[in-house]
C-alpha cells in the first residue's frame, strides 16, 4: 500500500524540507502553498494524511482540518504550530487533529514516528473496510439460496455483471426468484447505496406507466395538477427494475429504447430533455423471443435489455435444491412463529420431491410455512402439508375431502391443473376453460405472483 501525504503550508522552505524528507522515506508526497488548493487536491480523494500549517492567508488550517475531519473521519491531519502557538495546537487537537509538530521541524524521528502512527491506524481501517465490504457482498449473493450448478452458475454472472452498467435482462417462471436476483446485482454494484427504484409495468395502464416512468408536467393531462418527477430521474445514478417488461406496449418500448440509447428523454407534456445515469435491469416471465416473433416486443429494445441475460431455472430442475431451501424456510418460519419443529418427516419430503413446483420457490416457501403453522408435532408430515401438493403421481385425479368450500375446490383444481401442465399458463388456461387473464389474477389471490 502506497500512502500519499498532502502537505500544506505557506512557507516554501517549510513545505519542500518536509516533502523531501518524506518522500526519502518512501511515501508519495503532494504539496500546497494555501488552504483553498489543498482542500482542492484533498477533494480528489487519494490523501492519506494531511500535513497542514495552522496559520496561512485565505483558508486557514484550522478550516482544512475541520473539513477533512467532517468529510472522510479516517484521513489523519498533524497540524504544524509555530513556537508559543500552544493553544492553537491544544484547539487543533479538540478538532480533531492526530497530534501537532512545531516549526521549526528539527527531530525527523519524531516526524516519523507520528506519520508511521497516523498511517498505520489509517491501514487499519482501509483492511477493515474492505473485509466489511467483502462480508456484505458474500451476505447479499448468500440471500440467494442454491447450490445447484445451474444456480451456480447464475450466480457467477450476477457476481460478474453486477460491478458493470450493462444492462440485465431476468428471465424464469413466476416465483423463481428473479426479484432476488435484481436485489443482489444493486447491491453488488458500485451504485449500492444510490436509490433502486423497482417499477412493476403490469400493474398499471399504458398512460399511468408512462407518467410513472417518465414523469409529466404540470397540466399536460387531466390529473396532472402538479409536475412530477418519473422513476428514471428518480433512479438517478442508481439502478432502475423494470418488472414485468413483456408486459408494456408499443409506444412505451421505442420511447424505452430511446433513453437506453441516449440516456435522455422529456417528461410527458414537457419540452426540456432531460439526461440520467442509470443502470436497468429488467425481468419478465414471459419468452420475449416469442413475442418479437408475434411483433409484440420490438426486438431492438430486446437486444438493448438483453446485454447480460440470466435465466433463473424453475424449481422442478433444480430439486438437488430443494434440502437447503425447506431447512432455511424451516428456521425463518419456526423464529417467526415461535415453533419448536426440529425436522420434517421421510414420507413428507416424499411428497415435496415429487411435486413439479409449478410456483416454484415461492410456492415451496408458502408450502412451509404454512407447514409450520399447521404442525401439530415437533416434526412436519405429510398431513400438515398443503392439500394443493398432494397425490402427484395420480395427476389425472384431485381429490377434494367433503366439507370443503367451492372458492378453495376452485383453487385445488387449479393448483393441480397448473402442476400437470409444468406450469405453462397458456396451456392450463386452454384446459380449464378461462382466459389467461382470469387465470393469473386467481393466481395472484394464490400467491403465485407479486402483489403489487
Ligand atoms: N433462491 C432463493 N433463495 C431464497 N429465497 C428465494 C429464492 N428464490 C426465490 N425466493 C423467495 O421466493 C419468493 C419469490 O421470489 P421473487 O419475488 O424474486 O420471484 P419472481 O421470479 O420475481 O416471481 P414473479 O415472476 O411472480 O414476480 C420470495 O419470497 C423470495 O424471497
Ligand atoms: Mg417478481
Not at 418500448?253 to 417528461?267: A, C, D, G, H, T
Not at 408475434?294 to 435465466?311: P, Q, T, W
Not at 430443494?322 to 424456510?329: D, K
Request: one cysteine or more.
Amino acid at each position: 500500500m502506497n500512502f500519499k501525504i498532502l502537505v500544506v503550508d505557506d512557507e516554501k522552505n517549510i513545505r519542500e524540507g518536509l516533502a523531501e524528507s518524506l518522500e526519502m522515506e518512501g511515501y508519495d508526497v503532494v504539496t500546497a502553498s494555501d488552504g483553498e488548493s489543498a482542500y482542492k487536491r484533498y477533494q480528489r480523494g487519494d490523501i492519506d494524511l494531511v500535513i497542514t500549517d495552522l496559520r496561512m492567508p485565505g483558508m486557514s488550517g484550522e478550516d482544512l482540518l475541520k473539513k477533512v475531519k467532517s468529510e472522510t473521519p479516517g484521513v489523519a491531519v498533524i497540524v504544524l504550530t509555530g513556537h508559543g502557538t500552544v493553544r492553537d495546537a491544544v484547539q487543533a487537537m479538540k478538532d480533531g487533529a492526530w497530534d501537532f509538530l512545531t516549526k521549526p521541524i528539527q527531530d525527523l524521528d519524531r516526524l516519523n514516528i507520528i506519520v508511521q502512527r497516523a498511517l498505520g491506524n489509517r491501514r487499519r481501517r482501509l483492511e477493515q473496510q474492505a473485509l466489511e465490504e467483502e462480508l456484505a457482498k458474500r451476505k447479499q449473493s448468500e440471500i440467494i439460496i442454491g447450490e445447484n450448478h445451474a444456480m451456480r452458475n447464475m450466480m457467477d454472472t450476477i457476481v460478474r455483471a453486477a460491478p458493470t452498467r450493462a444492462s440485465i435482462l431476468i428471465t424464469g417462471e413466476s416465483g423463481v426468484g428473479k426479484e432476488l436476483v435484481a436485489d443482489a446485482i444493486h447491491s453488488l454494484s458500485p451504485r449500492n447505496g444510490k436509490p433502486f427504484i423497482k417499477v412493476h409495468c403490469a400493474a398499471l395502464a399504458e398512460s399511468l406507466l408512462e407518467s410513472e416512468l417518465f414523469g409529466h408536467e404540470k397540466g399536460s393531462f387531466t390529473g396532472a395538477t402538479s409536475r412530477k418527477r418519473g422513476k428514471f430521474e428518480l433512479a438517478n445514478e442508481g439502478t432502475l427494475f423494470l418488472d414485468e417488461i413483456g408486459e408494456i406496449d408499443q409506444n412505451i418500448q421505442i420511447k424505452l429504447l430511446r433513453v437506453l440509447q441516449e440516456r435522455k428523454f422529456e417528461r410527458v407534456g414537457g419540452e426540456e430533455t432531460i439526461e440520467v445515469d442509470i443502470r436497468l435491469v429488467a425481468a419478465t416471465n414471459r419468452d420475449l423471443k416469442a413475442e418479437i416473433e408475434k411483433g409484440k416486443f420490438r426486438e431492438d429494445l430486446y437486444y438493448r435489455l438483453n446485454v447480460v441475460s440470466i435465466a433463473v431455472p424453475p424449481l422442478r430442475e433444480r430439486k438437488d435444491d430443494l434440502h437447503i431451501l425447506i431447512n432455511a424456510f424451516l428456521k425463518q418460519f419456526t423464529a417467526e412463529n415461535d415453533k419448536k419443529i426440529t425436522g420434517i418427516d421421510p414420507k413428507a419430503l416424499a411428497e415435496i420431491n415429487g411435486y413439479n413446483w409449478p410456483g416454484n420457490v415461492r410456492e415451496l416457501r408458502n408450502c412451509i410455512e404454512s407447514a409450520v403453522v399447521m404442525a401439530r408435532g415437533e416434526v412436519i408430515t405429510k398431513e400438515d402439508l398443503p392439500p394443493s401438493i398432494h397425490s402427484e403421481h395420480e395427476e389425472s385425479l384431485i381429490r377434494i375431502p367433503q366439507g370443503t368450500t367451492l372458492e378453495k375446490a376452485e383453487e385445488l383444481l387449479i393448483r393441480a391443473t397448473l402442476n400437470a401442465q409444468k406450469g405453462n399458463k397458456s396451456e392450463t388456461a386452454r384446459v380449464l376453460g378461462i382466459g389467461r387473464k382470469t387465470l393469473h389474477r386467481k393466481l395472484e389471490e394464490y400467491g403465485f405472483a407479486v402483489d403489487s
